[in-house]
């Protein structure tokens, strides 16, 4: 699907990990952002990462950085928008959204979305594990950028998964073994757990 952009948000405010960036704590030796990134590059044909702030301190990873069009810390909403945005200035008809913590993102993400989209007619795909729907790891249509953008200024919409209920969605799940590939690093004793995953998953 090369007409999709992967959209890493990493705006969030990691106020349980002590403020910061928290896509830039390390885990395995590399950025947790690196990780999310190695995960999603060969699956999208261009990525980019919403972030605030002075960019320049994502600058070694080597993708464009994007800000929310929003003003105020208004959500990773706002930094959908944002993707959609960057996506329709490329010429990109969806945009795949992830949270910047997440690094063990499954190597099928994009093409199981993208398929059960496609089956049910949905708008809008989500990912979901153990019963728990993750939607702000989803493939969107550039084309509710408008929408989207109205829901935020005008309706001071925060919650992504309020937005996604407007539309058709269809939710795919993934296995949780041998662990759960939405795994995101909020707290600091879920490093530990991050580092015995990488450590697993080098020796296999």
């Not at 090369?2 to 395995?28: Q, T």
């Not at 990773?76 to 928008?81: E, F, S």
């Not at 153990?130 to 109205?150: F, I, M, N, S």
């Not at 073994?177 to 450590?199: H, M, S």
Request: net charge neutral.
């Amino acid at each position: 699907m090369n007409d999709c952009i992967g959209v890493i948000l990493a705006g969030g405010l990691a106020r349980r990990m002590g403020g910061g960036d928290k896509p830039l704590v390390e885990i395995a030796g590399r950025p947790i952002l690196q990780h999310v990134i190695d995960r999603l590059r060969p699956q999208c044909g261009r990525l980019a990462i919403n972030a605030n702030g002075d960019p320049a301190r994502f600058s070694a990873f080597g993708l464009p950085v994007i800000c929310d069009s929003v003003e105020g810390f208004a959500g990773p909403l706002a930094g959908v928008l944002a993707g959609m945005e960057f996506g329709a200035a490329k010429g990109a008809a969806h945009v795949l959204s992830a949270p910047g913590d997440t690094p063990f993102l499954p190597a099928d993400l994009l093409s199981r979305l993208e398929a059960a989209r496609t089956r049910t007619g949905a708008t809008i795909a989500v990912a979901a594990s153990k019963g728990r729907t993750h939607h702000a790891v989803a493939l969107w249509p550039v084309a509710l950028r408008e929408e989207l953008r109205r829901a935020l200024v005008a309706e001071d919409e925060r919650k992504v998964s309020a937005f996604i209920g407007r539309h058709a969605n269809v939710t795919v799940d993934w296995p949780i073994e041998p662990y759960d590939p939405f795994f995101n690093v909020n707290r600091p004793e879920d490093l530990t757990r991050a580092e015995a995953i990488a450590k697993d998953e080098s020796r296999s």
